[in-house]
């Protein structure tokens, strides 16, 4: 297991259209984030899970936004009705809860643009 | 007022100086702090943690911590242009429960 896989890399979609985005996290983590990063800004926190828990949800995340992750292993991001300000790169990150203080790792990121 | 402020940059350095990146948080109940660096289009990447007042050297990287002060700096000495990139402060929030993000400041070391 060599780290944060997250596949796609890019998606490019019509406004409207829905995307999902897949995150495999590094197998012995039960923590499993995502954030939303813009240009010239640090990462937005979107939501994180602990196993197959969702334990929390950023306010700024709209009802069109949902994350699952069924068997606490791999996690899905799905974006409904696509928006042009939806266009960002989302990161995955992964973390065991008893080394999170030791800060997480992030995948490779799914750059998304919405035309 | 942002949970986590970096200050602004760009920031450009000569080759071979000292950098200095700095950033307050507003959680006063936090204990982790962490600089992550990002090169442009690639995910953060952790360079260092800090959770005691004080400094904590890695190479030519230097932490340091003033939780009295809500602070939180790097220094990265002897700069080279491998550095150029942006650097982001987080700070872990709720007990463990989330990394929060500044703006990041983007650091360009000129040779």
């Known amino acids: 297991d060599t780290g944060v896989s997250q596949d796609p890399r890019h998606k490019i979609t019509k406004r409207g259209q829905n995307v999902t985005f897949r995150c495999d996290p590094i197998?012995?983590?039960?923590?499993l984030y995502w954030y939303r990063q813009t240009l010239g800004q640090g990462p937005e926190f979107l939501t994180y899970f602990q196993n197959e828990a969702q334990l929390e949800k950023s306010r700024l995340l709209s009802d069109r936004f949902s994350a699952e992750r069924p068997k606490g292993s791999f996690s899905t991001l799905e974006i409904q009705r696509t928006e042009q300000g939806d266009s960002a790169m989302y990161l995955c990150?992964?973390?065991?809860?008893?080394?999170?203080?030791?800060?997480?790792?992030f995948g490779s990121g799914t750059r998304l643009t919405v035309v | 007022q942002k949970e986590v402020e970096q200050n602004s940059g760009p920031l450009s350095v000569p080759e071979g100086a000292i950098a200095s990146l700095n950033c307050t948080y507003s959680?006063?109940?936090?204990?982790?702090f962490f600089w992550y660096r990002q090169y442009s289009g690639k995910s953060p990447e952790l360079i260092m943690s800090i959770y005691s007042n004080g400094d904590k050297e890695d190479g030519r990287f230097t932490a340091q911590l003033n939780k009295a002060s809500q602070y939180v700096s790097l220094l990265i000495r002897d700069s080279q242009p491998s550095d150029s990139a942006t650097y982001l402060c987080a700070v872990l929030y709720n007990q463990g429960g989330k990394l929060i993000f500044g703006q990041g400041t983007e650091l360009s070391v000129k040779p």
């Open positions: 990150a992964s973390s065991y809860d008893g080394t999170v203080v030791s800060g997480y790792t």
């Open positions: 197998s012995e983590h039960n923590r």
């Open positions: 959680d006063r109940g936090s204990q982790s």
